[in-house]
């Protein structure tokens, strides 16, 4: 989380500028490698070239904006623990999905 930290700010500041609130959206950092957070990139940034970070040496990432209810959906399938910790959170959060479970922390 801390080495997203400026991404985080960035998102939060852009969710406030489209006039979005806690309740419409979150902020993703999805392991595009990992099992869960693969298929919500796909969905989210359909077709972007993951490869080329990889070929970095560096794991990549997706991170921005996710709708909330479907991210919500989406934990509910696979981390019921993150899944309940964000239909609680009522502040801005950040939904993290790395080594095959999620977890919710606030903005």
Known sequence: FELNADRVAHFKRRLTERGMTADQAVIVLL???DVHGGPLADALMPGYNWQEIRDRGEI???RGL???EGIQRA???FDKEAAEKLQGMTDVAVVI???????VFAA
């Open 31 to 33: 392991n595009v490698d």
């Open 97 to 103: 999905v790395d080594h095959g479970v999620a977890e």
């Open 66 to 68: 996710a709708m909330r």
């Open 60 to 62: 990549p990432f997706a």
């Open 75 to 77: 934990l509910g399938t």
